[in-house]
């Protein structure tokens, strides 16, 4: 768990941990870093019980069967690697840090995601087919996830599907978009009021799987320009809100499903039906 959690825990692509204390013995956090890394990743699951999200999203691979996979920020690689071996998967990291090679049909993009779509013919990548399933897990700011959801709708088709990690966040402190705590999802959770609001045709459904939610967006539109032509003004606006407008009932807001396998194979629909 707590390897896993790291890359949850910095801003994406950062190269060294905050500030801390004297680090452990052979470790770049302090004993009070893990402390606090410890008692974060308690209450996650504690308010997020069921799988983690690394293994839903092992198991929507399975259950959907994607052509082909792009992730945006891959990091060391656990979700990445998560694609099958016969899946076309792009994954995109301006400072990877993948802990085995990627396999015969995966290959890593060391840029940004703005720069990766600015300069990759996605779908010649991916021998003329859409992107069947998107993981978008990137900077941990609304800004770069909303650009990132822009860039890759039109790539799909209506069966894909896009997964955003960090929709759920446990708390105000973890939800910040400085990264005041070592356990850390940033204001990725403005995403899912924008597109509710500016794209009601699609199904937002938010996993609460810990360690900080996973949402699965389907009913996607390859020709809609909403996002793209009003971009700006829906950065401006959302990024006006404080986190406390979800203390009425930010399930509700964030469109929170329970974590249970009946549930992401409801979530994913015809996804199931092999028309992706």
Same mark, same amino acid.
């Given at each position: 768990?707590?390897?896993?959690?790291?890359?949850?825990?910095?801003?994406?692509?950062?190269?060294?941990?905050?500030?801390?204390?004297?680090?452990?013995?052979?470790?770049?956090?302090?004993?009070?870093?893990?402390?606090?890394?410890?008692?974060?990743?308690?209450?996650?699951?504690?308010?997020?019980?069921?799988?983690?999200?690394?293994?839903?999203?092992?198991?929507?691979?399975?259950?959907?069967?994607?052509?082909?996979?792009?992730e945006?920020?891959?990091?060391?690689?656990?979700?990445?690697?998560?694609?099958a071996?016969?899946?076309?998967?792009?994954?995109?990291?301006?400072l990877?840090l993948?802990?085995?090679?990627?396999g015969?049909?995966?290959?890593?993009?060391?840029?940004?995601s703005?720069?990766?779509?600015?300069?990759?013919?996605?779908?010649?990548?991916?021998?003329?087919?859409?992107?069947?399933?998107?993981?978008?897990?990137g900077?941990?700011?609304?800004?770069?996830?909303?650009?990132?959801?822009?860039?890759?709708?039109?790539?799909?088709? $209506?069966?894909?599907?896009i997964?955003?990690h960090?929709?759920?966040?446990?708390?105000?402190?973890?939800?910040? $978009?400085e990264?005041?705590?070592?356990?850390?999802?940033?204001?990725?959770?403005?995403?899912v009021?924008?597109?509710?609001k500016y $794209?009601?045709?699609?199904a937002?459904?938010?996993?609460?799987?810990?360690?900080?939610?996973l949402?699965?967006? $389907?009913?996607?539109?390859?020709?809609s320009?909403?996002?793209?032509?009003r971009?700006?003004?829906?950065?401006?606006?959302?990024?006006?809100?404080?986190?406390?407008?979800?203390d009425?009932?930010?399930?509700?807001?964030?469109?929170?499903?329970?974590?249970?396998?009946?549930?992401?194979?409801k979530?994913?629909?015809?996804?199931?039906?092999?028309?992706?």
């Amino acid at each position: 768990m707590l390897l896993s959690l790291l890359k949850n825990i910095l801003p994406r692509h950062a190269t060294a941990p905050p500030a801390s204390p004297a680090p452990v013995a052979g470790s770049p956090y302090s004993e009070q870093d893990l402390v606090q890394l410890r008692f974060h990743s308690q209450a996650a699951q504690l308010a997020m019980p069921g799988p983690y999200y690394v293994d839903v999203i092992a198991d929507i691979h399975a259950l959907a069967k994607p052509r082909t996979y792009l992730e945006i920020g891959v990091n060391t690689g656990v979700t990445f690697g998560l694609a099958a071996a016969t899946t076309r998967a792009l994954g995109v990291d301006p400072l990877p840090l993948l802990k085995q090679p990627p396999g015969p049909n995966a290959k890593i993009f060391p840029l940004t995601s703005d720069d990766f779509f600015a300069q990759t013919d996605v779908k010649k990548e991916f021998g003329g087919l859409p992107v069947d399933l998107a993981f978008i897990d990137g900077m941990h700011l609304f800004e770069f996830a909303l650009r990132d959801f822009i860039a890759i709708e039109p790539l799909c088709t $209506r069966a894909s599907t896009i997964l955003v990690h960090d929709t759920f966040p446990l708390n105000s402190v973890t939800a910040e $978009r400085e990264c005041e705590s070592i356990f850390w999802s940033g204001d990725i959770w403005r995403l899912v009021l924008a597109l509710k609001k500016y $794209r009601p045709d699609l199904a937002i459904d938010t996993v609460a799987a810990a360690p900080s939610g996973l949402t699965i967006i $389907r009913g996607l539109d390859p020709d809609s320009r909403v996002l793209t032509e009003r971009r700006d003004a829906i950065i401006a606006e959302y990024l006006a809100l404080d986190f406390s407008i979800l203390d009425d009932d930010k399930s509700t807001m964030l469109n929170v499903v329970p974590n249970t396998p009946d549930q992401i194979r409801k979530s994913l629909g015809d996804a199931l039906l092999g028309s992706v």
